[in-house]
């Protein structure tokens, strides 16, 4: 199998895997526990979470300074975010493009009664500031969710300019940076960002484990309850060896960025070359505009998105039509939707997307199938 959905999840580096079985073999340790084993457990979680902060740009060692809340992944820290960054009469702004953790959520919100307000995006995929300008006149003081990078198209959004203007207004801003870490640089600081949602099984790193990192000051209502962990902010027992493994993750991750990406990049316009010379009328969503350097959106003209993914599946390639959280059922993408594509762009979309474990012989051959596909489902 050709794996080329990785904005779906990741392989996990060998390296990664050899520092969680490490920690698994210790034995049983519970970070809560007083004793000696339970002391030792919590040490390894401290350094950790103080490796995944300098990563990130957060000196997480210091009382009183930034917090990194552990959560079972993505989808729990926007989550948690959303309900416990604001007062739950506090109005809710989203862009149209979010994850489904986010929307899902902000719908669910407001079939109860809070005000919502939607971000529109450009047609060439990135958030319209003026909606957003629009938004924040409209509601007081508001909490703010943009993504970093779309999960599907890969398109940057402008988090800076957000930012600035979530500042102005009061409002409080949390980013969903799923997407981005080990694939651009991310930095809470640089961001401007209040919080920060992340997950190591996107950038080769564990499933099961996330983060919501928070800027220091900045107050969190539980979701859960039952302990004491993490402050009372997300209780239950830390899973220290994934805790380490998303450590490790993050820093090769990180450290590793330039390189990796100028390989992956290459490996990307490699692939969209070989398939815009074998698909006439091959649409690549956002081309033109700042994308990840791994994610491929296209549409085939011509062919239907359902029947173009079995017919890659039958031949060893791995991909999606767009969320892996909604591929299942694969309805037709909300996102190209909000950015206003054809109905045929929509109904063939497909998303592509390498690692820094892909190869170039793998991006050869996946291109060279995808063609012969395309045209025989054409013809």
Same mark, same amino acid.
């Given at each position: /199998? !050709? ?28 970070? +809560?526990?007083?004793? $000696? %084993?339970? #002391?030792? @457990? ?6 950790? !979470? ?32 959303? @309900? ?16 489904? +953790? ?11 009664? #809070?005000?919502?307000?939607?971000? $529109? ?7 319209? &500031?003026? +909606? ?44 969903? @940076?799923? =997407?981005? !870490? ?6 809470? *600081?640089? /961001? ?20 919501? %990192? ?14 004491? =962990? ?45 398939? &815009? ?36 599946? /039958?031949? =060893? !390639? ?20 909000? /950015? ?10 497909? #998303? ?7 190869? *170039? ?19």
């Amino acid at each position: /199998m !050709i794996y080329l959905d990785n904005n779906a999840t990741t392989a996990m580096d060998p390296a990664v895997i050899d520092v969680i079985a490490e920690e698994m073999r210790r034995g049983p340790r519970n970070a +809560s526990s007083l004793h $000696a %084993l339970g #002391r030792s @457990a919590a040490d390894a979680l401290d350094d950790a !979470i103080i490796r995944i902060g300098r990563s990130l740009g957060a000196d997480l060692s210091q009382p009183g300074g930034p917090r990194l809340i552990l959560t079972s992944g993505g989808t729990e820290s926007n989550n948690l975010a959303l @309900a416990g960054l604001a007062e739950p009469e506090t109005p809710l702004v989203v862009s149209s493009i979010e994850h489904a +953790s986010v929307l899902q959520f902000a719908e669910t919100q407001r079939k109860r009664g #809070r005000q919502v307000g939607y971000i $529109a995006v450009k047609p060439d995929g990135t958030v319209d &500031l003026e +909606s957003l300008d629009q938004c924040l006149g409209q509601f007081d003081k508001p909490l703010v969710s943009v993504m970093t990078a779309n999960n599907e198209t890969g398109i940057v959004q402008p988090t800076a300019a957000i930012a600035e203007r979530c500042r102005r207004n009061g409002a409080t801003f949390h980013v969903d @940076a799923t =997407q981005s !870490i080990g694939k651009m640089e991310v930095s809470i *600081a640089n /961001m401007s960002a209040d919080a920060v949602t992340f997950t190591p099984h996107k950038f080769h790193g564990p499933q099961g484990i996330g983060g919501l %990192l928070l800027t220091p000051g900045l107050k969190l209502r539980p979701a859960l309850f039952g302990g004491e =962990q993490q402050l009372l902010s997300r209780p239950g027992t830390e899973p220290v060896p994934l805790v380490v493994g998303m450590a490790k993750a993050i820093e090769l991750a990180v450290d590793n960025l330039s390189e990796n990406c100028q390989r992956i990049v290459s490996l990307r316009d490699h692939f969209e070359d070989a398939l &815009l010379s074998g698909i006439p009328g091959l649409l690549i969503h956002g081309r033109n505009v700042s994308r990840l350097p791994n994610t491929s959106c296209v549409s085939l003209e011509g062919v239907d998105r359902q029947s173009i993914l079995m017919a890659l599946d /039958m031949a =060893q !390639i791995a991909c999606s039509s767009g969320s892996a959280c909604s591929s299942g059922s694969s309805p037709p993408s909300h996102v190209l939707t909000a /950015m206003g594509c054809p109905e045929w762009a929509i109904g063939s979309a497909i #998303r592509f997307s390498v690692s820094r474990f892909s190869t *170039a012989t793998e991006i050869d051959e996946a291109a060279g199938r995808i063609c012969r596909i395309y045209n025989k489902l054409r013809s």
